[in-house]
């Protein structure tokens, strides 16, 4: 099986920073792509950073010129660098992959737990 285990999260102050962080575990095979989602109280899951099939990076306009997403293939970990933080980017924070394991050797969606980011004013 496969886990994706967060973290980074936490409450800081309007014009602060944070890194999040998310780690894939277990039968992996490959890694087709590693996102960050969000999901704010009363509103629907929202894409934030992803890479393409490409490798570039695609931004949420809410986030472009402050957050930044990269990752390390060799650890199987994605990040989120989060600066001048806003009030309105208080959320919980999903990491989202698309694996291939060993087992079913076909690509299948898979869910962090999520990290709650609360950003105060």
């Known amino acids: 099986q496969v886990q994706l285990v967060e973290s980074g999260g936490g409450l800081v102050q309007a014009g602060g920073s944070l890194r999040l962080s998310c780690a894939a575990s277990g039968t992996i095979f490959s890694i087709n792509a590693m996102n960050w989602y969000r999901q704010a109280p009363g509103k629907q899951r929202e894409l934030v950073a992803a890479?393409?099939?490409?490798?570039?990076?695609n931004y949420a306009d809410s986030v472009k010129g402050r957050f930044t997403i990269s990752r390390d293939n060799a650890k199987n970990t994605v990040y989120l660098q989060m600066n001048s933080l806003k009030p309105e980017d208080t959320a919980v924070y999903y990491c989202h992959a698309v694996i291939v394991t060993r087992l079913l050797l076909r690509p299948a969606d898979y869910w962090g737990q999520g990290t709650q980011v609360t950003v105060s004013s």
């Open positions: 890479f393409t099939s490409g490798g570039s990076a």
